[in-house]
C-alpha cells in the first residue's frame, strides 16, 4: 500500500473514531505508531537528541492524538497533522533539555497548505479594527503580524522583553479575534 492509500485509511479510521467506533479507533493507532515512531527517530537524530527519546515522543504524540481528534479537520490530508504533532513534541523535548529551537521552513512547509480565503475583510475594516486595540498593541501586530519583524527585533525596538512583546502580541490577536466576531460574524 502506498503512502497516500495509507494516509486516507488512516484518515477515515480516525473519522470512524470520532464518531465513537473504538475498533476503528484501534486499528487507526496500531497503523500509524510505526510511522511516528520512524518520524520521531528521524527527526531525532536530525537535532542532536538521543534515539531513546524518539519512544517519549511517539508515546506524547499518541496522547496528543487522543486529546486533539476532535480538531481534525476531515478535509485535509491527515499527514501533516500527525507530522506537526510529531514536531511540535520533538520541540517540547528540545526546550525542556534546554536547547534553543530554530525549526527550519522546509519542515513545516507542507503543513502551510495556502487557501485563499474571502473575509469580506478590506483595507478600512482592518484599519478599523487596528485602530481599537491600545497604541502598544497596534504597533506589536503591525511590526510582527503586517511588516514581518522578528518578536526579538520588535522586543529590541520597543525596549520591552521579547516575554512582554510575545504576551501583547497573544492578547492583542485574541482582541482583534473577539472584535472581528462581534463586527463581522
Known amino acids: ?3 497516500p492509500q495509507r494516509e486516507h485509511e488512516s484518515a477515515m479510521w480516525m473519522i470512524s473514531s470520532i464518531s465513537g467506533d473504538a475498533e476503528a479507533y484501534r486499528r487507526f493507532l496500531v497503523s500509524v505508531t510505526h510511522h511516528l515512531r520512524a518520524i520521531a527517530r528521524r527527526r531525532c537524530a536530525r ?3 538521543p534515539d531513546c527519546n524518539a519512544e517519549d515522543i511517539v ?3 499518541l496522547l496528543a ?7 481534525l479537520d476531515s478535509s485535509r490530508p491527515i499527514g501533516p497533522w500527525i507530522s506537526i504533532l510529531v514536531r511540535n ?3 517540547d523535548t528540545l526546550r525542556r ?10 519542515d513545516v512547509m507542507d503543513t ?3 487557501e485563499q480565503i474571502e473575509t469580506g475583510l478590506d483595507h478600512f475594516d482592518i484599519s478599523r479594527l487596528l485602530g481599537r486595540l491600545s497604541e502598544r498593541q497596534r504597533d506589536i501586530v503591525k511590526s510582527i503580524s503586517i511588516e514581518g519583524a522578528s518578536v526579538r527585533e520588535t522586543a529590541h525596538r520597543l525596549r520591552l522583553s521579547e516575554s512582554a512583546v510575545r504576551t501583547a502580541l497573544h492578547r ?6 473577539a472584535l472581528y466576531h462581534s463586527d463581522f460574524a
Open 1 to 3: 500500500m502506498n503512502r
Open 47 to 49: 537535532f542532536g537528541v
Open 59 to 61: 508515546q506524547e504524540v
Open 65 to 71: 492524538i487522543h486529546l486533539k481528534r476532535g480538531t
Open 89 to 91: 513534541k520533538l520541540v
Open 97 to 106: 533539555r534546554g536547547d534553543t529551537v530554530h525549526v527550519p521552513i522546509d
Open 112 to 114: 502551510l497548505g495556502f
Open 172 to 177: 492583542a490577536l485574541a482582541r482583534l479575534a
